[in-house]
């Protein structure tokens, strides 16, 4: 296949920078990043982010079945060459994020694998879309910043907690920006995310809520946030932390799950 920056200029292809258009070109790291996910044979895919078909055709050659969503229709022209030849994949014009549940299992069925590289905005609400709602992939492998997906940072913890609701995540793999055509100015981390009923049993619409409030003031004391969320006194939230045995100065990002999940349980009581 012709070099991908050939292909784009050739077509007249013209980057849309508020869909955040980043292109990997390198064939090693695109197997390695499907390598990675667990793609194989058996596997129907369902790929969020077409672009300019590279990581597409890289999945397409190890799985059964490819089905790619992508918002931007002037990529067309540039997917029928990088595609050209693959009987085992189908681009739909279509944003997943605005897709019900009944249409996108009528497209997709329901049994599949996420594979993302998309825009670092809109990871969060792509994640959480297949973990919330009614369809849920057996995995989901996306790239995140690397700044993002390091435990010591302040956009770690609520989006972390909340994944751990539904599976394990965890970083399988590092791409350097120069990677990327054009090149974004930071670096990325591949996360997969095995999804299975890790907490059968528990309300995760409430957890969620929860998780939310911990960490929507960072600076405050959970305590604080719990009140300010919660139809709940002060000295009513103060006993339900001590009943825990939680520090009433305790913040969010010091809990973990399991205390989130007992604090959900006794404010919905």
């Known amino acids: 296949m012709r070099k991908i920056k050939d292909i784009l200029i050739d077509n007249g292809f013209r980057f849309n920078h ?6 990997i070109t390198d064939k090693n ?3 390695k990043i499907v390598e990675l996910s667990g793609v194989d044979e058996n596997d129907v895919v369902v790929e969020i982010g077409t672009g300019a078909g590279t990581l597409t055709r890289a999945i397409a050659e190890k799985a059964k079945k490819v089905y790619s969503f992508e918002v931007d229709r ?3 022209p540039v997917l029928d060459e990088t595609l050209s030849g693959l009987d085992n994949v189908e681009v739909i014009f279509k944003d997943v994020l605005k897709m019900k549940d009944k249409e996108l299992i009528e497209i997709v069925g329901e049994n599949f694998k996420v594979v993302a590289n998309i825009p670092y905005y809109i990871t969060t609400a792509l994640v ?11 995995a989901i492998t996306v790239m995140v910043q690397k700044e993002v997906a390091q435990p010591a940072t302040e956009d770690y913890g609520a989006i972390t907690m909340a994944i751990s609701l539904y599976g394990d995540a965890k970083i399988v793999g590092q791409v350097d ?11 990325s981390s591949i996360v997969r995310i095995d999804v299975y009923d890790k907490y059968a049993g528990v309300d995760k619409k409430k957890v ?3 998780i939310k409030c911990a960490f929507m003031m960072r600076r405050k004391m959970l305590l604080n946030n719990l009140t300010a969320v919660y139809p709940v006194q002060k000295d009513e939230a103060a006993k339900i932390l001590e009943s825990l045995n939680i520090d009433l100065k305790a913040r ?6 399991d205390q989130i999940i007992e ?4 404010l919905s009581k």
């Open 128 to 138: 959480m879309r297949f973990l919330e709602e009614g369809v849920h992939p057996s």
């Open 252 to 257: 969010g990002e010091t809990l973990t799950l």
């Open 208 to 210: 969620n809520k929860t």
């Open 18 to 23: 508020n869909l955040g258009q980043n292109f």
């Open 29 to 31: 790291l695109l197997d």
């Open 74 to 76: 002037a990529l067309k």
């Open 263 to 266: 604090i959900s349980d006794l």
């Open 177 to 187: 920006k120069s990677m990327f055509y054009p090149v974004p100015k930071v670096d």
